[in-house]
């Protein structure tokens, strides 16, 4: 038996859990497949920024984000001779603060909220592929019981950097890579570091950043292109790379978890093709610097939500090309703007090194520099 639903959502990260959200609010009908057995249990992401709590709040579902995450009110920039502190309070939003929640829990309170409103996600649903038909998509899923077939009349790829979908549509997916890897890992960390404050420190080694995710949980992320780094991060290690990076006082009591990743910087050329949509990081994946991508693919969930669920209730299709016109753009110039963050921050040439540490946190300080970065990092309105 082939089963039909309206929107065919592949990907149970923050951005595929959102869009069903949205659409299931504008009393729309959606599946969503998820190839993971369960829900992830670590992830990357961490920060909610203002403008997309502002879209959970209209939502209707902003309060178990708000009651979850640790606020954080200002980012402090230190070098070896400076040190600059940057205050959220200038966003022009109720949530002018920056919301650290990782997103395991982000996904795991939008899964939570669409159990309530009757969807569930099917773990451990693999896309095999899929063609258009003249009624819109059918797709060919593995699950646990065999093969089955579903129609949809619009499939969304929400399914990350790596998409099935985007690759089964042929849509190139242009960028490349920086070089080395990062690292990222939870720790705890007994600190004289206020839980409010995140951390940015420039050193001649890369850059070292550490997030409160809570009174003594920290967010530590090393970004050092010029060298090799563990896989994993022993305590030991991570101790020793806060002290090189001029964490004074910190002491790293224990490791959570810890991984090593690839940065890339790449943008799909196009997010419609027919019936087969594209939203998150299988339109765009960048820098984690300035903590945008969870948030820009929430934000593409969104939108696409709205001129989706309107086509669907009987407006022309072409409405759906606002939703590229509209959020392409805003992909390219996020990534356009964390590559230039990335570079000012990683250059290894040893003159602009200098003058980043002696003159980068002045500069920063100045509003005429730092609030319009902030306003763009906020993705408010």
Same mark, same amino acid.
């Given at each position: 038996?082939?089963?039909?639903?309206?929107?065919?959502?592949?990907?149970?990260?923050?951005?595929?859990?959102?869009?069903?959200?949205?659409?299931?609010?504008?009393?729309?009908?959606?599946?969503?497949?998820?190839?993971?057995?369960?829900?992830?249990?670590?992830?990357?992401?961490?920060?909610?920024?203002?403008?997309?709590?502002?879209?959970?709040?209209?939502?209707?579902?902003?309060?178990?984000?708000?009651?979850?995450?640790?606020?954080?009110?200002?980012?402090?920039?230190?070098?070896?001779?400076?040190?600059?502190?940057?205050?959220?309070?200038?966003?022009?939003?109720?949530?002018?603060?920056?919301?650290?929640?990782?997103?395991?829990?982000?996904?795991?309170?939008?899964?939570?909220?669409?159990?309530?409103?009757?969807?569930?996600?099917?773990?451990?649903?693999?896309?095999?592929?899929?063609?258009?038909?003249?009624?819109?998509?059918?797709?060919?899923?593995?699950?646990?019981?065999?093969?089955?077939?579903?129609?949809?009349?619009?499939?969304?790829?929400?399914?990350?950097?790596?998409?099935?979908?985007?690759?089964?549509?042929?849509?190139?997916?242009?960028?490349?890579?920086?070089?080395?890897?990062?690292?990222?890992?939870?720790?705890?960390?007994?600190?004289?570091?206020?839980?409010?404050?995140?951390?940015?420190? !420039?050193?001649?080694?890369?850059?070292?950043?550490?997030?409160?995710?809570?009174?003594?949980?920290?967010?530590?992320?090393?970004?050092?292109?010029?060298?090799?780094?563990?896989?994993?991060?022993?305590?030991?290690?991570?101790?020793?790379?806060?002290?090189?990076?001029?964490?004074?006082?910190?002491?790293?009591?224990?490791?959570?978890?810890?991984?090593?990743?690839?940065?890339?910087?790449?943008?799909?050329?196009?997010?419609?093709?027919?019936?087969?949509?594209?939203?998150?990081?299988?339109?765009?994946?960048?820098?984690?610097?300035?903590?945008?991508?969870?948030?820009?693919?929430?934000?593409?969930?969104?939108?696409?939500?709205?001129?989706?669920?309107?086509?669907?209730?009987?407006?022309?299709?072409?409405?759906?090309?606002?939703?590229?016109?509209?959020?392409?753009?805003?992909?390219?110039?996020?990534?356009?703007?964390?590559?230039?963050?990335?570079?000012? !921050?990683?250059?290894?040439?040893?003159?602009?090194?200098?003058?980043?540490?002696?003159?980068?946190?002045?500069?920063?300080?100045?509003?005429?520099?730092?609030?319009?970065?902030?306003?763009?990092?906020?993705?408010?309105?």
């Amino acid at each position: 038996m082939i089963e039909s639903v309206e929107t065919l959502i592949v990907g149970a990260g923050p951005t595929g859990l959102f869009l069903a959200s949205e659409l299931t609010r504008r009393g729309r009908q959606c599946a969503i497949v998820e190839r993971n057995t369960a829900a992830a249990r670590h992830s990357k992401a961490l920060a909610l920024m203002p403008g997309t709590m502002e879209l959970f709040e209209r939502a209707g579902i902003e309060a178990p984000f708000r009651n979850a995450a640790n606020r954080v009110d200002c980012v402090r920039f230190v070098t070896p001779r400076r040190e600059a502190l940057i205050s959220f309070a200038q966003i022009r939003s109720r949530y002018n603060y920056v919301s650290i929640l990782p997103q395991w829990k982000t996904q795991a309170l939008l899964e939570q909220h669409l159990r309530h409103v009757g969807v569930r996600v099917r773990y451990a649903h693999r896309l095999l592929t899929f063609h258009e038909i003249a009624s819109g998509v059918e797709a060919v899923v593995e699950t646990p019981e065999g093969v089955q077939r579903m129609r949809a009349r619009y499939l969304a790829g929400c399914d990350g950097i790596h998409s099935t979908v985007r690759e089964t549509a042929r849509i190139a997916f242009k960028g490349d890579a920086y070089p080395g890897v990062a690292l990222l890992a939870d720790a705890y960390v007994d600190t004289p570091i206020a839980a409010n404050e995140a951390r940015v420190h !420039l050193f001649g080694g890369g850059v070292v950043t550490m997030f409160p995710m809570g009174e003594k949980v920290r967010r530590i992320v090393v970004i050092a292109p010029r060298e090799v780094l563990p896989e994993s991060a022993s305590t030991q290690w991570l101790q020793q790379r806060l002290r090189d990076a001029g964490y004074a006082g910190c002491a790293v009591v224990r490791t959570q978890w810890s991984n090593t990743f690839r940065v890339h910087r790449r943008v799909a050329e196009r997010m419609r093709r027919g019936r087969v949509l594209l939203a998150g990081d299988a339109v765009h994946t960048h820098s984690p610097v300035g903590g945008q991508g969870m948030n820009v693919g929430l934000h593409d969930a969104s939108n696409l939500a709205e001129h989706l669920a309107q086509v669907l209730g009987g407006a022309p299709e072409r409405l759906l090309d606002r939703y590229e016109a509209q959020r392409l753009p805003v992909a390219r110039a996020v990534v356009r703007r964390t590559d230039v963050l990335t570079r000012a !921050l990683l250059h290894p040439n040893p003159i602009l090194r200098a003058t980043r540490e002696r003159f980068g946190p002045r500069l920063a300080a100045f509003p005429a520099i730092h609030r319009p970065l902030v306003r763009a990092l906020s993705l408010t309105a």
